[in-house]
């Protein structure tokens, strides 16, 4: 009966479902006990040619996988590195906005690509993420940076506002036009950002 499901078996193209039957197959025939030896080495022959059989054709398509695996792999590298390379030269002469943009072009990339050797899979997942993060980090880093600047302009502007509140009315029309000025550029940077 081992045998038989075994020869059957050998010609299986489901490599994943058919080899894991074959190691139980195997697991089965070594429980099922001893035979005497003449017969137990023919039986054993027949039983181990047909597993051989469907492991031997398996073989290079397992084989073809790797190397398409380890292809992708190197593909993945490379926009690890072309991300990262982005992110120390952004914003760029595009912007944010082209920067962004050439990071999600990089990330429909990476999901075409395909799979990698397993063992290298979660590794280069974080390298890649890290990498696409970090240009988001960099920007708001740089947007936070520029929003604190113009709340400093702003209360220093707020500050000479209340100074000229206090002062006495001799300087109190120059000071008032050069508060306004400043506020009135404030605004204007405001408006365009």
């Known amino acids: ?40 080495d023919e039986l054993w022959t027949k039983f181990r040619a047909a597993c051989d059989k469907f492991f031997e054709r398996r073989k290079p398509v397992l084989d073809a996988r790797d190397n398409e695996e380890k292809a992708n792999l190197q593909r993945k590298l490379a926009l690890i590195e072309q991300v990262q390379r982005l992110v120390a030269k952004a914003p760029g002469e595009g912007g944010w906005g082209k920067a962004i943009g050439q990071v999600k072009d990089a990330q429909a990339d990476w999901k075409e690509i395909g799979y ?6 979660d590794r280069v ?4 993420r890290a990498a696409c993060d970090a240009l ?3 920007r708001d880093e ?6 604190n600047a113009e709340r400093a302009e702003a209360d220093a502007a ?21 508060v306004r000025t400043k506020v009135g550029d404030l605004l204007d940077g405001n408006q365009r950002g």
């Open 158 to 178: 707020k500050a000479e506002i209340a100074a000229l509140m206090a002062a006495d009315a001799t300087d109190l029309v120059p000071r008032a036009l050069a």
């Open 142 to 147: 740089a947007r936070d940076a520029e929003a």
């Open 125 to 128: 997942w974080g390298e890649f």
């Open 1 to 40: 009966k081992l045998i038989d499901e075994a020869e059957t078996l050998a010609e299986s193209t489901d490599w994943a479902a058919t080899a894991e039957r074959l190691k139980q197959l195997q697991a089965e025939w070594k429980a099922s006990g001893n035979l005497p030896r003449a017969q137990g």
């Open 116 to 121: 990698v050797p397993r063992r290298d899979a």
């Open 136 to 138: 988001f980090a960099k």
